[in-house]
């Protein structure tokens, strides 16, 4: 199966979505927008939904909710044509509900989990979810420092589920990206290496190439 290269997209306006949407549509099938709200992380982007609704995109749109309880922002956001949902672990405690609802929309959804947190944490979701989505940076900014440590937490994870897709975010480039995949990574999220690059088709390009082997 091949390696999937995302582009992430972490903007304060609506006109910063639609530009970088526009920048990336002939390079990728899909685009993973960051939402946050000032409080899960210190940063705050745009709200998302009303923005989402009215974009004109035939790229796949995956939200990763990096907002203190989720549940909250669920049902707004399945209004909207995202198809794929991130939550995060460490901002809810009714992580079988917001699946459940997702579930229900026929939407895909997946587990995000920070640096620190032990998957241990998302065990007793692992069955009902789509994927894993790792966090290789502190969540919240482009541009974070890689945390080699989440390597081994993303191997042991993928010798013990084999079966379940495991995504990756953040401080994905060239060097990092091929370890990403021998540890098993199948989806790899791009932002820092895509959008600081002079040319963002090639920077697509290199990641997918890096990772083709």
């Known amino acids: 199966m091949p390696i999937e290269i995302i582009p992430s997209i972490l903007v304060k306006t609506r006109e910063e979505l639609v530009e970088k949407i526009i920048a990336v549509e002939p390079y990728a099938d899909s685009v993973h927008l960051d939402i946050a709200d000032g409080i899960f992380v210190p940063n705050i982007t745009i709200l998302g939904f009303e923005e989402t609704e009215t974009v004109e995109t035939d790229l796949k749109i995956g939200v990763h909710l990096m907002v203190s309880k989720p549940e909250n922002h669920i049902v707004r956001w399945l ?8 939550f995060h672990i460490e901002a809810t ?17 997946g587990i995000a989990i920070n640096p620190q947190t032990p998957t241990d944490s998302i065990k007793p979701f692992i069955d009902f979810i789509d994927f894993v989505h790792f966090m290789t940076v502190e969540p919240g900014f482009y541009g974070g420092e890689f945390v ?6 993303i191997a042991d994870f993928h ?10 975010d953040g401080g ?3 060097e990092t ?14 932002g820092s290496y895509i959008w600081e690059s002079k040319d963002v088709g090639k920077a697509v390009a ?8």
């Open 79 to 86: 209004a909207t044509p995202a198809d794929k949902f991130i």
């Open 93 to 109: 405690q009714k992580a079988q509900e917001i699946i459940d609802t997702i579930k229900e929309a026929d939407k895909l959804v």
């Open 148 to 153: 080699e440590s989440v390597l081994d937490k």
């Open 159 to 168: 010798y013990f589920y084999p079966d379940k897709p495991i995504e990756v």
């Open 172 to 174: 994905i480039n060239p």
């Open 177 to 190: 990206a091929p370890k990403l995949v021998k540890a098993g990574a199948s989806i790899l999220v791009a």
């Open 206 to 213: 290199e990641l997918k190439s890096v990772v083709s082997g």
